[in-house]
């Protein structure tokens, strides 16, 4: 890619949206996007109200911080507020809310949190802070584990004692066949994580074809990318064809980045079971620190409480990560919960569902509720 601009030509949108409408002609298709930032792109660009009406896009579990669930924050907040500790993590998980509160008010109460850029960043907070245990609270799926992984790496090269992660990356695979079994969502294809599959490849993804007959294109996230992505879910299902296609080819290479996956496959272990927020447990879903890193893991090196936490009754995450309500069906939309004031982390990171329809999808459905009336 060159320029921005090539994938934000109208001439080109407009060509695309021409043959999208003349592809679902006739019938009803449902795509989820599982990645949040399509979710954004769609909503910022007005992507929604370009497509026929017979194409609906609904969002799926592709926010990292918006799967985990309450429980974990609590341990989170935990940690940061067990004596001599600094606590270090990414600032939206700063806001993501708890039980007691969210990372920010433990600070206000005395816990010594900060947030960094990456997890080299904590390391050095570490070296900087040889007198304190420093913890890094890792989140993300398989975009944000290589760094986690280097950094691991690099603090046992330098022999580093006061450095501890708690790991809670995710892997995209088991919430989408999770996705594919849930009862009450009937999809007609995805669009499936371009940032993720720039370390996983294409491959995992093809028993969505395989095994459950659904398509699949490892979408880009500017405009057009967009637009072509859905295209090429129509054609493959006009074509009566149904495989796992790469629309974001700039990027994402068939086998991923073999490098990243081995040194993941050196410091991480699956765990056996994880809770996803919206989603229960799921089994192999997350990830440990691996245990020849064993004294690198928070988990190990703390007692930890590990409580679960029930989200709030009016907190409807759970359905919106499931595609199963648009944010603005949820009782607290816009009202109790905004991101100012968020109840839920749907409303907090800024790949969640219901941030992007806050900041870019009420005026448009509002405006789109407007024009129906009058037509």
Not at 188 to 213: A, C, D, K, M, N
Not at 355 to 363: D, I, K, Q, S, V
């Amino acid at each position: 890619m060159r320029f921005v601009d090539e994938f934000r030509d109208p001439a080109a949108a407009r060509a695309l949206v021409k043959s999208i409408t003349e592809l679902a002609a006739g019938g009803e298709f449902k795509f989820m996007e599982v990645c949040g930032g399509h979710t954004h792109t769609i909503y910022r660009h007005g992507i929604e109200h370009l497509l026929p009406h017979e194409v609906e896009l609904v969002h799926g579990p592709g926010c990292p911080v918006c799967v985990i669930p309450m429980g974990r924050v609590d341990d989170a907040m935990w940690l940061a507020e067990q004596p001599g500790v600094i606590f270090t993590t990414f600032g939206d998980m700063m806001r993501v809310p708890g039980s007691r509160g969210n990372l920010i008010e433990a600070n206000a109460r005395g816990a010594d949190v900060r947030f960094v850029y990456s997890p080299l960043d904590a390391l050095k907070v570490a070296i900087d802070n040889p007198d304190r245990q420093v913890v890094f609270f890792a989140v993300g799926f398989e975009t944000t584990a290589p760094s986690t992984a280097v950094t691991l790496v690099r603090a046992r090269a330098l022999g580093v004692k006061n450095f501890s992660v708690f790991c809670n990356h995710v892997t995209i695979v088991p919430p989408i066949k999770a996705i594919l079994e849930s009862p009450d969502l009937r999809l007609s294809g995805f669009l499936g994580p371009g940032h993720v599959s720039t370390v996983v490849g294409i491959r995992p993804y093809r028993f969505v074809p395989e095994v459950y007959g659904k398509p699949m294109v490892v979408a880009g996230f500017e405009p057009l990318d967009i637009l072509a992505s859905v295209h090429m879910l129509l054609q493959q299902i006009r074509e009566g064809r149904c495989e796992v296609e790469n629309q974001y080819t700039r990027v994402v290479r068939p086998e991923g980045n073999t490098q990243a996956l081995k040194l993941m496959s050196e410091t991480f272990e699956l765990r056996p079971h994880f809770e996803w927020r919206g989603l229960g447990f799921i089994s192999q879903s997350a990830l440990k620190v691996h245990r020849d890193y064993a004294e690198f893991d928070a988990e190990l090196k703390y007692d930890m409480p590990g409580i679960r936490v029930a989200d709030p009754k009016a907190c409807q995450c759970g359905e919106v990560l499931k595609g199963v309500i648009k944010p603005w069906e949820c009782k607290v939309f816009g009202t109790a919960c905004t991101p100012e004031t968020p109840i839920g982390t749907c409303m907090v990171s800024p790949e969640g569902a219901c941030a992007a329809y806050y900041n870019f999808g009420r005026l448009h459905r509002e405006t789109a509720l407007v024009l129906g009336q009058r037509g």
